[in-house]
């Protein structure tokens, strides 16, 4: 598989299937892995990133998941316009293109695998799927985790568990994560109550794009926010059973909307669906708010004939570094305006 590959296919997590995938986008485990004498990638210099890079390529390029069709990228091979669309399709970090020398990632060839390497930590495994699926994804990350750890030396301690960069990662490494799509939430004016008590947890709320973003389109990313002192098994029945209780309100509220304000939801999902379907200039912000309420639409069964897929993947493919590649012309903010309008007329039909 090429970079360029990925622009013909829909993202595997994209997919709008799995478990409660009217309300979880996606769900995503990650783990963070050192190797044991070699230094942390933040304070290593060029030659001691290289030594790293070195030690684990091999090891990833042999993965089933990998070798198969996957995808292997030096950051410093890859220009800024694919760098950005990693980012977009949640298969990189920001940290990693911040400074590309002696990075890299591995990419299964659904998109679901990620791997990044000399990143914040020698080695962040990302297993990223559709719909509330926390236990498929743990499952798959420990199986990639298991393979490596037979043929890496990774930083341990018996005290602490896995070393990492970062100490809210120390322990088992591992970051586990959600998006939810909350709109009914958000129309209730319910949604800040539900995030306020989702931190009181231990947990941490971000946006659609992860770390650093705001809550776009009434996504919000939920994830534990320390991996010391607890299993993963019980890190990840803690989020699973929050999760659970924020579908419920969110249910809840969508019953709500359905029978006490129906026709203030119906105006609201049918004119975003008009917009999008007209217009011939629009922002990402405008086409994200408006992309939520036509997913709202869908899932209350109001729109037939346009599926969830359809709308996730727009999401993404909206996006600045997305628009550049399908049309393989750079654009001011403008062209990419109506480009979008153009790309989300062709595909709301």
Same mark, same amino acid.
């Not at 990998?66 to 990189?92: A, C, F, P, T, W």
């Not at 947890?201 to 705001?214: A, D, Q, S």
């Not at 129906?262 to 105006?267: G, H, L, Q």
């Given at each position: ?14 997919? @709008?299937? @799995?478990?409660?995938? &009217? ?33 684990? &390529? ?7 998941? /990998? ?65 509330? *699926? ?5 499952? #798959? ?49 319910? +949604? ?19 770390? @650093?973003?705001?809550? *776009? ?11 010391? !002192?607890?299993?993963?098994? &019980?890190?990840?029945?803690?989020? #699973?059973?929050? +999760?659970?209780?924020? /579908? ?25 669906? !008009? ?6 200039? +629009?922002?990402?912000? &405008? *086409? ?8 709202? !639409? ?22 600045? *570094? ?28």
């Amino acid at each position: 598989m090429k970079l360029d590959d990925l622009m013909k296919q829909t993202s595997g997590w994209l997919k @709008g299937t @799995g478990p409660h995938s &009217e309300i979880v986008f996606s769900s995503r485990v990650r783990l963070a892995r050192n190797l044991e004498k070699v230094i942390f990638s933040n304070w290593a210099n060029k030659d001691q990133l290289e030594h790293a890079l070195m030690m684990i &390529e091999p090891k990833l390029k042999a993965l089933e998941q /990998i070798k198969n069709n996957g995808l292997y990228l030096k950051m410093s091979d890859v220009s800024s316009i694919d760098k950005q669309l990693l980012v977009e399709r949640h298969l990189i970090s920001r940290e990693l293109v911040a400074k590309v020398q002696s990075k890299a990632v591995v990419i299964s060839n659904d998109e679901t695998v990620s791997i990044m390497l000399n990143e914040e930590d020698h080695l962040r495994i990302q297993v990223l799927l559709p719909g509330f *699926a926390l236990d498929d994804c743990w499952k #798959k990350s420990e199986q990639i985790d298991s393979v490596l750890e037979k043929q890496l030396s990774f930083a341990f301690s018996v005290k602490w568990g896995y070393l990492t960069a970062c100490p809210t990662n120390t322990g088992t490494g591992i970051r586990a994560s959600v998006m939810l799509h909350l709109p009914a939430l958000v129309l209730t004016k319910q +949604i800040n109550r539900v995030i306020q008590a989702v931190v009181k947890l231990g947990l941490t709320v971000r946006g659609l794009f992860g770390e @650093g973003t705001e809550a *776009a389109g009434n996504f919000f990313q939920i994830s534990n926010q320390v991996s010391l !002192g607890r299993s993963e098994d &019980e890190i990840i029945d803690n989020i #699973k059973r929050i +999760i659970n209780q924020i /579908i419920e309100y969110e249910h809840n509220a969508r019953n709500a909307l359905s029978t006490k304000n129906k026709s203030s939801v119906d105006d609201q999902v049918w004119r975003s669906y !008009g917009i999008l379907k007209n217009a011939h200039i +629009i922002s990402s912000s &405008e *086409a994200i708010e408006l992309l939520s309420n036509v997913r709202l !639409g869908i899932d209350m069964g109001l729109i037939k004939g346009l599926t969830r897929e359809v709308v996730n993947e727009l999401f993404i493919l909206t996006q600045p *570094a997305h628009l550049q590649k399908l049309e393989k012309k750079t654009f001011n903010s403008q062209q990419r305006d109506t480009k979008r309008a153009e790309l989300i007329r062709s595909k709301i039909t």
